[in-house]
C-alpha cells in the first residue's frame, strides 16, 4: 500500500519532534542534510554533458552552486559542529549514509534510468526531488527552537522554488516523447522520502537508548542486523539476492525441461517476475558493487555470500525433489518454501537497512512476491496438495537451509571486518 500525505507528514513530524528537543540531535541531522545538498551539486553537475543545451548551461550550475551555499549554510548553523564523543560520531555517519542512499538511489530509480540523456535526467530529477525540501525543511522550521536554523531553512526554501520554475522552463523543451511519468517519479520520491524519515527515526531510537543486539538472535536475524548499517556488505548481499532470484527461475523452470513437458500456464509469469526482479536487484546496487570490489576483501566477501545463497537454493530444491515425485507438486511447493522466505527476509532487510533505494526496490519486489504466493496456494488448494504435515515440513526444511548460509555470511562478514581492522591498525 503507497504512503499518504498524511502519513508521511506524520512521520516528519516525530523525526522533528526527536531531533529538536536535543541541540546534538539537531546537529546530526543539520550534519545530514548538508551532506544531501553537497551530493546534489555533484549530481547536478555530473549531468552536464554534451546533450545539455548550451543555453541553460550557466543557470544549472549555479543551481548546483546554491545547493552548496546551502550545505554551507546548514553547516554553519548546527549548535556543535563536532561530535562529542564516538557514539555520536557513528550516529552521524548512519545518518548521513541513510540520506546519501536516498539521494544517490533517487536518481538510480527504474523510472529516471529510462531518461534518453543525462540533461533529460537532470530535467525530470529537478522537477521532482525537489520536493524533499518542502518535505523535510517545512516541517524542520516548524520544530526547531532556533532562531538562525529557521531563517537558514526558510531561505533553503526560496531557492528551491526557483529550481523548480526552472525544472519547468527546461521541461518544456523536451519533446513528448522523451518525457517521463511525473506522477511516478513523485510517487517514488514520496516513498523513498518516508523509508528515509522512518530510518533515521529508528536510528535516532537505538542511540538515545543505547540498545545492544542480544545473542539469542537466530542465523538469518544476525544477518539482518549485521547488514543494516554496513552499506558495503548489503550492496554485495542484494547483488547475491539478484543473483539467487534468477537461478530459482532456472531451477523452477529445469524440474520440467529435464521431463521433457511444457512449463504450466502461471509458471510462465513467475519466472518471468523472477528474472525481473534480479535485474532490479542488481541494478540498484551495480555502481557500489564496482567500487566496492576495487578491495580484494570484499572480492572475497561476494564469493562466499554468492556460493552461500547458491548452496542454499540447490540443498533446498533437492530436498524438495527427494520428497515429491510429481513435477508441478515440486514447482508449488518449492516456490512456497522460497516465497515465504523472501516475504521474511526481504521485509525485514527493507526494515532495518540504511540503504532506501535498496528498501524501495526491496517493497517493490514484495508486492509480487504477495502475487505468487497467492497463486501458489490456490493451486495446491485445487489440487487437493495441502496438507498440514507437509507445509511443516516445507517451512522446517527451508529454514534449516537458509540458517545454513545465513552462518556461512555471517563468517564472510567477519573475516572482512577483521581485515579492516587489521589494516587500521597497521596504518
Same mark, same amino acid.
Given at each position: 500500500?503507497?504512503?499518504?500525505?498524511?502519513?508521511?507528514?506524520?512521520?516528519?513530524?516525530?523525526?522533528?519532534?526527536?531531533?529538536?528537543?536535543?541541540?546534538?540531535?539537531?546537529?546530526?541531522?543539520?550534519?545530514?542534510?548538508?551532506?544531501?545538498?553537497?551530493?546534489?551539486?555533484?549530481?547536478?553537475?555530473?549531468?552536464?554533458?554534451?546533450?545539455?543545451?548550451? &543555453?541553460?548551461?550557466?543557470?544549472?550550475?549555479? =543551481?548546483? $552552486?546554491?545547493?552548496?551555499?546551502?550545505?554551507?549554510?546548514?553547516?554553519?548553523?548546527?549548535?556543535?559542529?563536532?561530535?562529542?564523543?564516538?557514539? /555520536?560520531?557513528?550516529?552521524?555517519?548512519?545518518?548521513?549514509?541513510?540520506?546519501?542512499? !536516498?539521494?544517490?538511489?533517487?536518481?538510480?530509480?527504474?523510472?529516471?534510468?529510462?531518461?534518453?540523456?543525462?540533461?533529460?535526467?537532470?530535467?525530470?530529477?529537478?522537477?521532482?526531488?525537489?520536493?524533499?525540501? !518542502?518535505?523535510?525543511?517545512?516541517?524542520?522550521? +516548524?520544530a526547531t527552537y532556533s532562531e538562525s536554523v529557521r531563517s537558514v531553512l526558510t531561505?533553503?526554501?526560496?531557492?528551491? +522554488?526557483?529550481?523548480?520554475?526552472?525544472?519547468?522552463?527546461?521541461?518544456?523543451?523536451?519533446?513528448?516523447?522523451?518525457?517521463?511519468?511525473?506522477?511516478?517519479? =513523485?510517487?517514488?520520491?514520496?516513498?523513498?522520502?518516508?523509508?528515509?524519515?522512518?530510518?533515521?527515526?529508528?536510528?535516532?531510537?537505538?542511540?538515545?537508548? =543505547? @540498545?545492544?543486539?542480544?545473542?539469542?538472535? %537466530?542465523?538469518? /536475524?544476525? @544477518?539482518?542486523?549485521?547488514?543494516?548499517?554496513?552499506?558495503?556488505?548489503? %550492496? @554485495?548481499?542484494?547483488?547475491?539476492?539478484?543473483?539467487?532470484?534468477?537461478?530459482?527461475?532456472?531451477?523452477?523452470?529445469?524440474? !520440467?525441461?529435464?521431463?521433457?513437458?511444457?512449463?504450466?500456464?502461471?509458471?510462465? $509469469?513467475?519466472?518471468?517476475?523472477?528474472?525481473?526482479?534480479?535485474?532490479?536487484?542488481?541494478?540498484?546496487?551495480?555502481?557500489?558493487?564496482?567500487?566496492?570490489?576495487? &578491495?580484494?576483501?570484499?572480492?572475497?566477501?561476494?564469493?562466499?555470500?554468492?556460493?552461500?545463497?547458491?548452496?542454499?537454493?540447490?540443498?533446498?530444491?533437492?530436498?524438495?525433489?527427494?520428497?515429491?515425485?510429481?513435477?508441478?507438486?515440486?514447482?508449488?511447493?518449492?516456490?512456497?518454501?522460497?516465497?515465504?522466505?523472501? !516475504?521474511?527476509?526481504?521485509? =525485514?532487510?527493507?526494515?532495518?537497512?540504511? %540503504?532506501?533505494?535498496?528498501?524501495?526496490?526491496?517493497? $517493490?519486489?514484495? +508486492?509480487?512476491?504477495?502475487?505468487?504466493?497467492?497463486?501458489?496456494?490456490?493451486?495446491?488448494?485445487?489440487?487437493?496438495?495441502?496438507?498440514?504435515?507437509?507445509?511443516?515440513?516445507?517451512?522446517?526444511?527451508? /529454514?534449516?537451509?537458509? $540458517?545454513?548460509?545465513?552462518?556461512?555470511?555471517?563468517?564472510?562478514?567477519?573475516?572482512?571486518?577483521?581485515?579492516? /581492522?587489521?589494516?587500521?591498525?597497521?596504518?
Amino acid at each position: 500500500m503507497r504512503t499518504s500525505i498524511e502519513q508521511l507528514y506524520n512521520s516528519i513530524n516525530k523525526l522533528m519532534s526527536q531531533v529538536c528537543k536535543d541541540p546534538r540531535l539537531e546537529s546530526a541531522l543539520l550534519t545530514a542534510l548538508g551532506h544531501m545538498e553537497d551530493l546534489a551539486a555533484k549530481q547536478i553537475l555530473g549531468n552536464v554533458s554534451a546533450s545539455t543545451p548550451p &543555453q541553460f548551461l550557466s543557470e544549472i550550475r549555479v =543551481h548546483a $552552486e546554491d545547493e552548496l551555499r546551502h550545505r554551507d549554510a546548514l553547516w554553519a548553523v548546527r549548535p556543535f559542529a563536532e561530535a562529542k564523543d564516538a557514539r /555520536e560520531l557513528e550516529l552521524r555517519r548512519d545518518l548521513q549514509g541513510i540520506a546519501e542512499s !536516498f539521494t544517490v538511489g533517487y536518481f538510480g530509480n527504474p523510472i529516471l534510468i529510462q531518461a534518453k540523456s543525462r540533461f533529460n535526467a537532470y530535467v525530470h530529477g529537478a522537477l521532482t526531488i525537489e520536493q524533499f525540501p !518542502f518535505q523535510i525543511y517545512s516541517c524542520f522550521i +516548524k520544530a526547531t527552537y532556533s532562531e538562525s536554523v529557521r531563517s537558514v531553512l526558510t531561505s533553503v526554501l526560496a531557492d528551491e +522554488k526557483n529550481h523548480i520554475q526552472l525544472g519547468k522552463k527546461m521541461m518544456e523543451t523536451l519533446p513528448d516523447t522523451e518525457k517521463l511519468c511525473l506522477t511516478q517519479l =513523485h510517487t517514488i520520491e514520496k516513498e523513498m522520502c518516508h523509508k528515509m524519515v522512518l530510518r533515521m527515526s529508528d536510528v535516532i531510537s537505538a542511540y538515545e537508548n =543505547h @540498545l545492544e543486539r542480544r545473542d539469542t538472535l %537466530s542465523a538469518s /536475524e544476525k @544477518l539482518g542486523h549485521a547488514l543494516s548499517a554496513d552499506a558495503a556488505a548489503t %550492496s @554485495l548481499w542484494i547483488y547475491a539476492l539478484g543473483d539467487s532470484e534468477e537461478l530459482a527461475a532456472n531451477h523452477m523452470q529445469e524440474i !520440467f525441461r529435464r521431463r521433457h513437458l511444457p512449463l504450466p500456464a502461471e509458471m510462465v $509469469e513467475h519466472v518471468q517476475d523472477e528474472k525481473r526482479h534480479a535485474q532490479l536487484l542488481r541494478q540498484t546496487v551495480l555502481l557500489r558493487r564496482r567500487k566496492y570490489l576495487q &578491495q580484494p576483501k570484499y572480492k572475497v566477501l561476494e564469493v562466499r555470500m554468492r556460493k552461500a545463497t547458491e548452496r542454499y537454493l540447490v540443498t533446498y530444491f533437492s530436498h524438495v525433489m527427494k520428497k515429491f515425485s510429481d513435477p508441478e507438486e515440486i514447482y508449488l511447493y518449492g516456490a512456497l518454501g522460497l516465497e515465504m522466505r523472501v !516475504f521474511k527476509h526481504y521485509a =525485514h532487510l527493507s526494515e532495518t537497512t540504511h %540503504s532506501i533505494d535498496v528498501a524501495f526496490i526491496l517493497d $517493490e519486489i514484495l +508486492k509480487d512476491e504477495a502475487e505468487h504466493t497467492q497463486m501458489v496456494h490456490l493451486r495446491l488448494r485445487d489440487r487437493g496438495y495441502i496438507k498440514p504435515e507437509v507445509l511443516k515440513w516445507i517451512r522446517q526444511t527451508e /529454514e534449516l537451509c537458509f $540458517e545454513r548460509a545465513a552462518s556461512q555470511v555471517l563468517g564472510g562478514l567477519f573475516c572482512a571486518r577483521t581485515w579492516k /581492522e587489521s589494516a587500521a591498525e597497521l596504518v
